[in-house]
Every structure is written in C-alpha cells, then in structure tokens.
C-alpha cells in the first residue's frame, strides 16, 4: 500500500492500547508501519536495482523483527535528546517564577518500557507486511528461504475507503477532546481506543468484503467464460473505492484475453476484438532481453509479464544506440498485465502500463542499455 495507509494504520495500533502500556508506542508504531519502504533507496542505484530489492528482506517475516529493532533505536535516540533537554531547563533558573536549579520540575511522564515499545513496533512492521499482501504486486514474506510471490489482489494500492476509516478513527477523538473542553470535562489521558480499534477492526471487514466479492467474481467467469480455448489460469485485480469491479486476465495457450466483471449486477464484458491480446512471437532478441538483469529481475517478479519485441522503436526519453552501417538495434519492452488497465477510468495499454521496462539489443544478442521509468540502469 501507498505510505499513508501505512502511516494511518501504525497510528491506530498504537492508540488501539499500546500507547496505555509504555511512552513511545504510538510514535514507535507509526515510525515501523512504513520503515519497510525504506527498500526504495535502492533506487538509488538504478530503477533495475530498485526494482529487484522493493518488497525484499525488509518485508519479510524474519526481517520484521529487525526493522522494528531499528525503530526502537531511533525513538532511544530522540529519547535521549529529549531528556537531555529536559535536564538542561531543570537546572536553569525560571525567569518568570523564580525557580531555583534543583527545584522540583514538571510532572513525570509516562512510564517507559522499551519491551513494549520494541513489540509496538515489531506489530506494526508485521502490518506492513499484511497491507502489502492485499494488493497485486505482492510479498515475499518468507525470504530468504522462499522467494515466491504472494498477492492477495483484493485491495487496491491506494484504497479511499481505508483513508476514511482510519482518518476518522484518529480525528474523532480529538474533535470530541475539544467538546469536553469546552463544556469543563477533565481531560483523559488515553482518548481515541474505541476508534483505532473499530478503525482496524472495519480493515479486516473490508478485507473479507472484498475477499468474498473476488471469489464470487471468480465463480461467475467460470460459470460464463469469455473463450472457448483451454483456460491455463486467471487473475482478478481490484478497483479503487467500488468493491463490486473486478478486473480478469484470462491466459490460454495462444493469447491472453481480459473482461470487466460486476458482482453486483452480474455482468461480464469482454470484447473479442478489444480485449484479446495475442502472445507475441519469441525473437533472438527477446531471448536476449530475458537474460539481461532487467530481463532477470522483471521475469522474476513480474507474474503476468509480456515480453514483447516492438522493433526499431525509440524508447522514451533514450535515445537508440550509434552504431555502425553494418549493425542494427532493436527495442524489447516489458511489461505486466496486472497494472495494464484502467483502474482509474483511463484507457491503458501494456505500452504505456506502469512498471514497464525496456532494452535495446544490438545485432539479436547484445545489451545496448537497460531502461525503467525514464531512467537508465548503469
């Protein structure tokens, strides 16, 4: 999921009553829900390496622990800042009361237990792990020792719905904060538990929601399918917001073919014409591509790839290779069929989808440059 679910969920864990057992669980909570994208500075060697390590040892479930381990390091460091600062105004004279060095200072803050504040942080990375698996470009949670990708494809990667359940959940108590101040009430000190709890309690409901609607989805493709060839597997990927829409990839053996289905209305569109792709035909330098790294790390990850060789067509915002009379290049794209539609409403195609790659192969069998997202990797 995108940073601020991530960011929002930590936030509930944390007030949903582990911000009642140790100072720092809210803080550390939220810090470890989105530590885990921290991978993407690997992109800072190159889109290939970026692409390659996103989702990697940080997302898995031995690495969990060592990612909440780091969050827990940063929080004692503030701590410590904190409390020098705290020492610092305890011993310099009040201006305004008088107050001698040594004099007694302000009330005492919560209890610190750094058990506690390691275990907020260790649910919380383990949260973003649970987020993640819900949309369709999917974990590795059992790395290094497994490298399969799992994608539950119910949830959509930015999902409105989870904004508003949780953005309610962490407003509402303050909104009501203000009230009780207005009308003289005391204050609480934990306010907002019931919310984060009906907040990741109404996540699980949604998640099943749309658990049930994919599989009801999947059942109705079954019962009515959309071609007569021999059917090798399906995906079904979400829509934003609409729990009813459901996007299927069909694979046979001679071309992939996609319809638009609705759980609610029951009804299934796929156009012969438009929504058949066929496979395309296996060239030198497709089979070239496949082994350069971007082909490696692509295929790896990439369920649903197409690997297609489009000739002497430019890539965007790379010029071709020089090269002499007597050579010649071609371009191999990249590209995954489950972020080629239009789940926003647009019209998209596998060449202008998301998350696609190209390379240039010179003369059939040589890398000339490896490209994602207008960037080249070196």
Not at 131 to 152: C, I, Q, S
Not at 337 to 360: D, H, I
Request: charge should be positive; charged fraction near 20%; hydrophobic fraction near 45%.
């Amino acid at each position: 999921m995108e940073p601020i679910t991530h960011f929002l969920t930590g936030a509930c864990i944390g007030r949903a009553g582990l911000n009642r057992k140790t100072a720092y669980a809210t803080l550390a909570a939220v810090l470890a829900a989105e530590a885990a994208d921290l991978d993407v500075l690997w992109g800072l060697a190159g889109p290939v390496e970026g692409l390659k390590h996103h989702r990697g040892i940080t997302h898995t479930l031995v690495g969990a622990p060592l990612v909440a381990a780091a969050v827990v390091g940063a929080v004692w460091l503030l701590h410590r800042r904190v409390q020098r600062r705290r020492a610092l105004r305890q011993h310099e004279p009040n201006a305004k009361s008088g107050t001698e060095p040594g004099a007694p200072g302000p009330p005492q803050p919560q209890q610190l237990r750094w058990g506690w504040v390691w275990a907020s942080a260790l649910i919380a990375a383990y949260s973003h792990i649970l987020l993640d698996w819900t949309n369709n470009y999917g974990v590795r949670p059992f790395f290094p020792f497994n490298a399969k990708w799992y994608a539950g494809s119910i949830c959509f990667i930015a999902e409105p719905v989870l904004w508003a359940l949780l953005v309610a959940a962490l407003v509402f108590p303050w909104l009501f904060g203000l009230t009780d101040r207005e009308i003289g009430a005391r204050k609480r000190r934990f306010r907002g538990r019931g919310w984060a709890i009906f907040a990741l309690a109404g996540m699980a409901v949604l998640w099943c929601w749309r658990w049930g609607e994919q599989a009801q989805a999947k059942a109705m493709l079954m019962a009515n399918p959309v071609t007569d060839a021999q059917v090798e597997r399906v995906a079904l990927e979400p829509y934003p917001v609409n729990l009813y829409r459901w996007h299927a990839i069909i694979e046979t053996p001679d071309y992939y073919q996609t319809a638009e289905i609705n759980t609610r209305t029951g009804a299934i569109v796929s156009d012969d014409q438009t929504s058949v792709l066929y496979k395309p035909r296996v060239t030198a330098a497709v089979e070239a591509a496949k082994q350069t790294r971007l082909g490696r790390v692509y295929l790896d990850w990439g369920r649903w790839a197409v690997v297609r060789d489009v000739g002497q067509e430019p890539i965007p915002g790379a010029e071709p290779p020089r090269l002499p009379p007597h050579r010649t290049w071609t371009t191999v794209r990249f590209s995954d069929l489950r972020f080629a539609y239009g789940f926003l409403g647009e019209a998209r195609s596998t060449s202008s989808s998301p998350l696609g790659g190209w390379v240039y192969i010179v003369d059939g069998h040589d890398d000339a440059g490896e490209y994602m997202n207008g960037r080249e990797q070196k």
